[in-house]
């Protein structure tokens, strides 16, 4: 299986750093978004990412350029026809994901493999929306994605050991580690760390620390690199709520039930650093 083309879908904070690491490996990359500002927004990322890049001497201007000439922009799925790999990352919603898939089903060629970069939402369920599900494979990335070195690769249920690998094969051309895991909600990274975040917010909700308290207690005292309500907003509330919901429903246990005040925060807009408020204000 020979991967040359990509599609990813969605250009919010993973997309466009998938994008990015993508073109940098050499891909050639088709970041696809609902619409045209969107995907706009996740180029300018890119953009500010390499120059960044640039800037500190690690990258010459003209590798920029040749790395942004390898991503083309879209807003038609139909682009996906010329791909050999799909990496979807659009919101954690399974309605939505499961629509994407079933449309990729009919456009792409029958050897393209579809991934998802989903959080939480079982892969299995995301490939009984295509006649294909042995393509069909998680692949979840870290934020920020040109920084994190893990890459979890999930199987669903039918993922065939010929994709496994080709995806396993892959990720290790990005320079990322792959790490093999089950298809159970949240899968190893999630499963672990947002029930971590969310008991922090309930211990901000319960008043036994203001929010700085809390966040100092995990960095200093447990050497993380930002606190739990801090790593909430740069992650995103929302994406945040959807796991805690996935978590709590897949498991049916009351361990996970998301605290209320994510719940408001949420249902306020207040989405973290991508809406420029969260526990914390972005502004300006
Ligand atoms: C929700 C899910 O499903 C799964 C998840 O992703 S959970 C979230 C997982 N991610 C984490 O836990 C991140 C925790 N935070 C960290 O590791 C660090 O704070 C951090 C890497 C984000 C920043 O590190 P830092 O030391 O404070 O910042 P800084 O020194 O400015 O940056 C270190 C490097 O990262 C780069 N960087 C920082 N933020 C970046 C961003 N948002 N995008 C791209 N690059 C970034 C910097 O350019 C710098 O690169 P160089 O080494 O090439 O110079
Ligand atoms: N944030 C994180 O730390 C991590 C997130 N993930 C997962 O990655 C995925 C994306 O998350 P993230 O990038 O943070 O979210 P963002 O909200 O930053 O980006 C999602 C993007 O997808 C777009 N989108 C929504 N529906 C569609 C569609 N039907 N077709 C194409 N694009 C669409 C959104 O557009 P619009 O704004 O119009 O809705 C938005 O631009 C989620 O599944 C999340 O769980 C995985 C690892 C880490």
Not at 70 to 92: K, P
Not at 245 to 253: A, I, K, N, V, W
Request: aromatic fraction near 8%; hydrophobic fraction near 40%.
């Amino acid at each position: 299986m020979s991967i040359q083309n990509v599609m990813v879908i969605g250009a919010g904070q993973m997309g466009s750093g998938i994008a990015q690491v993508c073109a940098m490996a050499g891909y050639k990359v088709y970041l696809n978004d609902l619409k045209e500002e969107f995907v706009q927004k996740g180029f300018a990322a890119i953009n500010k990412n390499l120059q960044r890049q640039v800037d500190k001497e690690k990258m010459t201007a003209e590798q920029k350029q040749e790395i942004l000439s390898r991503l083309t922009a879209s807003t038609d799925l139909q682009d996906a026809a010329q791909t050999d790999l799909v990496i979807e990352a659009a919101v954690e919603n399974m309605k939505i994901k499961s629509d994407i898939f079933a449309k990729l089903d009919e456009i792409t060629p029958e050897q393209t493999i579809l991934a998802t970069n989903t959080s939480s939402l079982p892969i299995t369920e995301i490939a009984a929306a295509t006649k294909r599900p042995e393509k069909v494979i998680g692949m979840h990335f870290m934020n920020p994605v040109p920084v994190m070195k893990l890459v979890e690769i999930i199987r669903g249920l039918a993922t065939s050991d010929e994709v496994y690998q080709a995806i396993e094969d892959m990720t290790k051309t990005l320079k990322k580690v792959p790490v093999e895991v089950n298809d159970f909600p949240g899968f190893v990274s999630n499963r672990i760390l947002m029930p971590m975040i969310n008991e922090a917010i309930y211990t901000l909700y319960e008043g036994v620390a203001e929010k700085e308290a809390i966040d100092e207690v995990m960095k200093l005292g447990m050497n993380h690199p930002m606190g739990p309500l801090t790593l909430a907003d740069f992650i995103g509330l929302d994406t945040c709520l959807y796991i805690m919901e996935t978590l709590h429903e897949g498991f049916g246990d009351d361990k996970y039930r998301p605290c209320p005040l994510l719940r408001k925060y949420v249902k306020a807009g207040w989405l973290g650093r991508k809406t420029g408020r969260g526990f914390y204000s972005y502004e300006g």
